[in-house]
């Protein structure tokens, strides 16, 4: 009942136990709302498509932080290896829901921190669709830093269409601070 309290309990589970019983929770609350969410579609497919709906989507932050803590803890690296992935694909709905529910600040902060676990042109792909959000809401400096970020990835790893893209919203940005020559 009381916080600290709580976390004086917590603390004293040993990390390996810790780590089992997040993934015991993880796998109680996937159950509870309906079993595995289906993979999304790649974040570098040429055409963005959107995720269909799964009833796990309400509760995919929490799934993506169990998943995260679930990997803490010395069990085998296939275990690890397999929450990691769980954590990308509920992270990802989690940035996809609170999009859709127009929670841009949750939705930008969890497109970044997937973007962080991931590589290659999928990162770049994470990065640019923080970049929009920010678009969207007017913060045209983060939106400017995300998108160009997600712009130099694209470059490093020669996907055309990622850079294609991320141009586009970069143009969208300079035209809308007033910047006519950059676009």
Do not use: K
Not at 109 to 124: D, F, P, V
């Amino acid at each position: 009942r009381h916080a600290l309290l709580r976390d004086a309990a917590y603390q004293l589970q040993l990390p390996g136990d810790r780590a089992r019983l997040h993934a015991l929770a993880f796998h109680v609350i996937e159950q509870l709302h309906g079993g595995r969410a289906p993979e999304p579609p790649r974040l570098d497919a040429a055409e963005e498509e959107e995720t269909p709906p799964h009833d796990t989507d309400a509760a995919a932050f929490e799934l993506s932080e169990q998943a995260q803590w679930a990997t803490a803890g010395g069990q085998a690296a296939s275990d690890r290896t397999g929450f990691e992935a769980l954590r990308r694909l509920y992270l990802r709905r989690a940035a996809e829901q609170a999009e859709r529910l127009f929670h841009s600040e949750d939705s930008m902060r969890r497109w970044e921190s997937l973007a962080e676990i991931l590589h290659g042109t999928c990162r770049g792909g994470a990065l640019w669709r923080a970049g929009r959000i920010a678009l969207r809401t007017g913060n045209l400096p983060r939106a400017e830093a995300l998108i160009a970020r997600g712009l130099e990835v694209h470059r490093e790893c020669r996907d055309r269409g990622g850079e294609g893209r991320a141009l586009m919203s970069l143009a969208a940005v300079f035209l809308n601070a007033g910047r006519l020559g950059d676009a």
